[in-house]
């Protein structure tokens, strides 16, 4: 049973254009909501998260939105940059949850100069 | 600089033996993970601990093993009896109060192949 869905495996966009990246989650019991960007090999790194009582959060050039009644999620990222090539996660946790974090399966964004 | 160390980044060990990965931070958390990624897969939640010396199985526990006997450190064995060990082993931590409560950061994981 996967709590949180990345249906896209792999995203590519132009140099300076918008990169879209979605998730979806089931449990309604997640209040909190983090992207993490990972390169071959290393750790990821966290990129920006949202709480269940906002619908938006920006930072820099990433923006996530989510969509409580939907159950969706979305990272925006404006301009994109060949940088941000990198293999891009979801995760959501519940309060009370011992601050475990269920991820998606990812996806890679690919970012063409 | 505060952050976490894993070591060693790469790992070789034959069929049938023990191994056990390194996991250090310095940012005082109290809450450490293990993850383990296989390729085209999200990361799986192998075991967790929120304090010294307690800690909890995750969803793949099995021929796993942890201990955490300092805050600092939780350390990871991976026994001969984990029937597909070769993967890349993730440790993350994260503060359990306080403005990041929730969001964990990682360490630069570890390879493990099983020959």
């Known amino acids: 049973d996967q709590q949180v869905k990345q249906n896209s495996p792999s995203l590519s966009v132009q140099e300076g254009r918008i990169s879209i990246l979605n998730c979806d989650y089931t449990?309604?019991?997640?209040?909190?909501f983090l992207w993490y960007k990972k390169y071959p090999a290393e750790g990821p790194t966290f990129l920006i998260s949202i709480s269940s009582i906002k619908d938006k959060n920006e930072d820099g050039r990433f923006t996530v939105f989510l969509n409580k009644s939907a159950k969706h999620l979305s990272l925006h990222i404006v301009p994109s940059q060949p940088g941000d090539s990198a293999v891009y996660f979801c995760?959501?946790?519940?309060?009370?949850?011992?601050?475990?974090?269920?991820f998606g399966q990812g996806t890679t964004l690919q970012v063409k100069p | 600089d505060g952050g976490i160390t894993q070591s060693p980044k790469y790992l070789f060990r034959k069929e049938g033996q023990n191994v056990t990965l390194s996991c250090e931070q310095n940012?005082?958390?109290?809450?450490m993970y293990w993850y383990r990624q296989d390729p085209g897969q999200g990361l799986r939640l192998i075991y967790y601990s929120q304090i010294v010396n307690d800690f909890q199985k995750g969803d793949i526990a099995e021929g796993y093993s942890v201990s955490r006997e300092k805050k600092e450190s939780f350390p990871l064995t991976v026994t001969s009896a984990q029937k597909n060990p070769t993967a890349f082993y993730l440790c993350?931590?994260?503060?359990?109060?306080?403005?990041?409560?929730?969001?964990?950061?990682f360490g630069p994981g570890t390879r493990l192949t099983v020959l």
């Open positions: 995760a959501a946790s519940a309060t009370g949850n011992t601050g475990k974090l269920i």
């Open positions: 993350a931590s994260s503060a359990l109060a306080g403005a990041r409560f929730g969001t964990q950061y």
């Open positions: 449990n309604s019991m997640f209040d909190y």
């Open positions: 940012l005082n958390h109290d809450a």
